[in-house]
């Protein structure tokens, strides 16, 4: 298991070393660059997510009103220095799934919820499009409605990945568009979804 996980993380880290090689002397003028002064960037916002994995309920229990699709909101923090590779933190918030039980005369309810605790990289790609590439743990939530309550905690280490279209508003201000693949691999949980996020250049230097 250790094994792929570092593997994994090699994967990650020589994908961003790769992209910043091979866009460093794309459509971004070299006077450009070297005007361009370090920031720090806050990303706020939210969409819906849909869980693209398969749910696996206990065997002899009935399950109805699946739900794959809920709210989803990221909270990311970008330094952006001089050069083009980027680095950050990123969380959030998203429900995986929730289904009902059924089993004779007695109902429950699962669900499933997570908080991402992400080390984040990115880069521009082209004008106003950027790749984010993250790497951390999730903490997991799942709750068991059924002859009482049962809530549990635990971490999954997991992933993400996204593009993001940022259009500005002003020289501090700007609204983006972002896909993104969520991914809780240890646990085999992942989600795809859309968000709309406020992009705010809250410190420059």
Do not use: C
Not at 31 to 39: A, G, H, I, N
Not at 108 to 132: D, E, N, Q, T, Y
Not at 161 to 177: C, K, N
């Amino acid at each position: 298991m250790y094994s792929s996980k570092a593997v994994f993380l090699a994967v990650v880290i020589m994908t961003s070393v790769f992209f910043n090689t091979l866009f460093a002397q794309s459509t971004v003028k070299a006077d450009t660059l070297v005007k361009r002064k370090s920031s720090f960037i806050l990303y706020v916002g939210g969409g819906f997510a849909t869980y693209t994995a398969n749910i696996n309920p206990q065997s002899g229990v009935g399950v109805q009103n699946v739900s794959k699709t809920s709210a989803a909101g990221t909270f990311r923090l970008m330094w952006h220095p001089a050069y083009r590779l980027w680095l950050g933190v990123e969380t959030g918030y998203t429900n995986f799934f929730s289904y009902e039980l059924k089993n004779g005369t007695q109902t429950g309810k699962v669900s499933l919820h997570a908080v991402p605790i992400l080390i984040v990289w990115s880069m521009p790609v082209i004008k106003r499009i950027s790749i984010f590439a993250g790497i951390g743990s999730y903490l997991l939530t799942s709750d068991l409605k059924y002859n009482g309550n049962v809530r549990s905690k635990f971490f999954s280490l997991g992933s993400d990945i996204a593009i993001t279209y940022t259009q500005p508003v002003s020289t501090r201000f700007g609204l983006a568009a972002e896909a993104k693949w969520i991914n809780a691999f240890e646990t085999r949980d992942n989600m795809l979804g859309l968000q709309v996020q406020m992009v705010w250049k809250f410190i420059k230097f």
